[in-house]
């Protein structure tokens, strides 16, 4: 009787090594608002996107949440400045040091992100509208633009902004950097060969010029975070994400 119970023992020990305890993991959100205080006049992109993260990341419910934003943080460069499709804003080392995208990135894949969302604000587009973009090419394409395109909805319900639907990142067109997969111009911050988070998407909340009163009002910042944050939360849920 004592070797059976023995036996059953060691039975269960081994079992537990072979089927190891499935302990679900909390999923991983980062916000990245833009750093850039050089895209408008006299109106700071950096200032208006941040207000507009701290808004979502302070919505109920709380979730796993983190911030990755390069503004003034020393021994980078274009830290407060720089567009998101050009090498030597982005991927390029100059004199050692990193840039600001490549910091928060670097930072959002220290955190494991399973979730990754960009905020930004358009400009010279004179139409008071949202737009949402993703990464063309990658695995999870499908899924970033129902994210995104149910993201850009709910921005657009709550606030008047006209919904212009969900891009490639290669739409632009803009600039020198491009996926090495795709050989597509891109958005580096998207990339999935930069960025290791599954899901990615980027906003581009307003217009700078045609929206800068709407988008510098406090309250409008409150309500599209929040927004951001409520709509966000459905969609983890609905995913059976924790």
């Known amino acids: 009787m004592k070797r059976l119970f ?10 537990s090594f072979i089927y190891p305890e499935n302990k679900s993991k909390k999923t991983v959100i980062v ?3 833009s750093h850039q205080t050089d895209t408008g006049k006299d ?22 949440e983190h911030k990755v934003w390069s503004l003034n943080q020393p021994n980078l460069h274009h830290a407060n400045v720089g567009s998101n499709t050009v090498v030597e804003h982005t991927s390029a080392v ?3 040091k990193l ?16 979730v990754f969302i960009a905020l930004h604000n358009n400009g ?24 995104a395109s149910r993201l850009v909805n709910a921005v657009s319900k709550a606030t008047g902004l006209i919904n212009k639907g969900v891009l490639f990142d290669s739409w632009t067109g803009r600039n020198d950097y491009v996926c090495k997969n795709t050989g597509k111009k891109a958005f580096y911050s998207l990339d999935e060969n930069v960025n290791k988070a599954k899901y990615r998407v980027l906003l581009e909340i307003g217009d700078m010029g045609i929206s800068k009163t709407f988008l510098e009002y406090p ?11 409520i709509e966000l939360a459905k969609w983890l849920e609905e995913k059976g994400f924790k």
Not at 6 to 15: D, I, R, V
């Open 31 to 33: 916000w990245q608002p």
């Open 99 to 114: 840039s600001g995208y490549a910091y928060e990135i670097n930072k959002a894949n220290e955190l494991n992100a399973d």
């Open 6 to 15: 023995t036996l059953s023992l060691a039975f269960l020990a081994l079992s």
């Open 43 to 64: 109106f700071s992109e950096a200032l208006t996107c941040n207000a507009i993260a701290e808004a979502a990341m302070k919505q109920k419910p709380k979730l796993n």
């Open 94 to 96: 100059i004199d050692g």
């Open 219 to 229: 309250e409008n910042q409150k309500k599209i975070g929040q927004t951001i944050k």
């Open 124 to 147: 010279g587009t004179n139409q008071h509208a949202i737009w949402g973009f993703i990464h063309e090419g990658d695995s999870y394409e499908a899924e970033n633009k129902e994210l």
